[in-house]
């Protein structure tokens, strides 16, 4: 067990190591936003919130996608005022730059190493193609989510911190309790598991793009899902889109974050976003993402360095 284990473990390394501006993106965000967060909680400053914005832009989302839950989320954080607004200001930041990466990072995971010829070296060492697509699937999945999270939430508890400490004289209500960012904590680590079922159709799908496509892979992992997306707003029947694109958001994340705002368990919360697990959809998602994953691993077993 150990010996099929030891090879995952050092391509997770290799993917660290390739991907270090991944990492350092996170960790410069949070720097930068403590920063501010200090700067203004010395000039006295009410923090100002940008979810407003978000909310009107993502209900564009709602026509292409018909899936509320983005904008539910937006509009429940919306709601909020003062340090609330801040703190889930800070957590939306996070997500936002979090899609950003795994964009990135699906597209260029298996396309570089063609273009830079180290699938050469790669393919030399007695790793299997299998082995290879699977540890960047785990990286996009699981490990850049978890660093995201535990970054994100970080910058959160320092925020928290400095505005208990040094109270914005301006700030219209009094600061998250720490029971609720206790709460808010353990809703944003117990969804990630769910989270990472969702994204497997996307991060497959890109990968395939990555691995595939001889040139500009993004137009081609972009242009597809607007034709679906386009297609969808004319109402036929589409659920390429339904599985791929609309649940990168999980289902159930707003009367999650409704729950904890109200005080409730975070069990109880967490029992908005599992339970869409009992429905098909999310693992008929999972199966597409996995027959992309496989399409991945053939298509760089069989294709060569880029000209």
Avoid at 47 to 53: D, F, I, Q, T, W
Avoid at 115 to 142: H, N
Avoid at 235 to 248: E, K
Wanted: glycine share 10%; charged share 10%.
């Amino acid at each position: 067990m150990k010996q099929r284990l030891r090879p995952i473990l050092w391509l997770l390394l290799r993917e660290y190591l390739e991907h270090r501006r991944l990492w350092a993106l996170a960790i410069g965000l949070g720097l930068a936003i403590i920063a501010l967060d200090l700067a203004l909680s010395l000039g006295g400053q009410a923090p100002a919130g940008g979810l407003h914005v978000m909310y009107h832009s993502t209900r564009a989302l709602e026509s292409v996608s018909g899936n509320r839950t983005g904008t539910h989320m937006i509009g429940s954080l919306a709601a909020l005022g003062g340090y609330d607004l801040l703190l889930n200001t800070i957590a939306v930041l996070f997500a936002l730059t979090l899609a950003v990466a795994l964009f990135s990072y699906g597209l260029a995971c298996l396309y570089d190493e063609r273009r830079d010829r180290s699938l050469l070296f790669w393919k030399s060492l007695p790793i299997s193609d299998a082995q290879c697509v699977a540890a960047k699937a785990i990286t996009g999945l699981a490990v850049l989510p978890l660093v995201y999270a535990v970054t994100g939430l970080t910058t959160v508890w320092a925020a928290w911190a400095i505005n208990i400490g040094l109270p914005m004289t301006a700030g219209p209500t009094p600061p998250m309790t720490a029971a609720r960012l206790v709460g808010f904590s353990a809703l944003v680590l117990g969804v990630l598991p769910v989270y990472a079922i969702s994204l497997t159709p996307g991060l497959g799908w890109l990968m395939l793009c990555s691995a595939a496509v001889r040139r500009h892979p993004a137009i081609i992992a972009l242009g597809m899902p607007l034709l679906c997306a386009l297609l969808n707003v004319f109402g036929l029947p589409n659920p390429i889109w339904h599985w791929v694109a609309a649940p990168l958001v999980p289902a159930g994340v707003g009367h999650a974050l409704q729950s904890i705002e109200a005080g409730q368990a975070p069990a109880t919360a967490l029992a908005w976003v599992y339970q869409p697990m009992s429905q098909p959809d999310p693992w008929g998602g999972v199966i597409l993402g996995l027959a992309f994953l496989a399409a991945a691993t053939y298509c760089r077993r069989r294709h060569a360095v880029l000209a």
